[in-house]
Nanobody, 123 residues
Framework: QVHLVEYGGDSVQAGGSLRLSCAAS????????MAWFRQAEGKEREGVGV???????VYAASLKDRFTVSKDNAKGILYLQMNNLEPEDTAVYYC?????????????????WGQGTQVTVAF
C-alpha cells in the first residue's frame, strides 16, 4: 500500500521561496517514479517535475529554472524546492508515485496520489 502525505504549503510573497515535502510509505521513493503536479483553481492539473529511481529529473519547461525536485531515499521523502515564486504559482501541489519504467510527466502513469498542500503567492 502506497501512502503519500504532502506538507510545507504556505502563503508567501512574490519573489519568495518555499520547500514542499512528501512523506512516502515504505520504500516508495526508491521503487517508483516520483512526481509533483499542481492544480490551480479552475484549471487542469499539470505536471511540475519528476525524479526517477536513479535520481534523474525532468521538469515542465516553464518551471525548470525555478523549481527543483529531489528526494531522500533513506528518509523516504520527496522534495520540491520553489524559488522566485510568482502569483501564477498559486495552486494545490500534489505528490504522486508511479511506474518506474515510464517516468515522465503524464498523469495517467501515476496511480498513487497524496491529498495535496496549498501554496498561495501574493503580489
Amino acid at each position: 500500500q502506497v501512502h503519500l502525505v504532502e506538507y510545507g504549503g504556505d502563503s508567501v510573497q512574490a519573489g519568495g521561496s518555499l520547500r514542499l515535502s512528501c512523506a512516502a510509505s515504505g520504500n516508495t521513493v526508491t521503487r517508483h517514479c516520483m512526481a509533483w503536479f499542481r492544480q490551480a483553481e479552475g484549471k487542469e492539473r499539470e505536471g511540475v517535475g519528476v525524479i526517477d529511481t536513479s535520481g534523474n529529473t525532468v521538469y515542465a519547461a516553464s518551471l525548470k529554472d525555478r523549481f527543483t525536485v529531489s528526494k531522500d531515499n533513506a528518509k523516504g521523502i520527496l522534495y520540491l524546492q520553489m524559488n522566485n515564486l510568482e502569483p501564477e504559482d498559486t495552486a494545490v501541489y500534489y505528490c504522486a508515485a508511479g511506474d518506474p519504467f515510464a517516468c515522465y510527466l503524464h498523469r495517467p502513469n501515476f496511480p498513487y496520489w497524496g491529498q495535496g498542500t496549498q501554496v498561495t503567492v501574493a503580489f
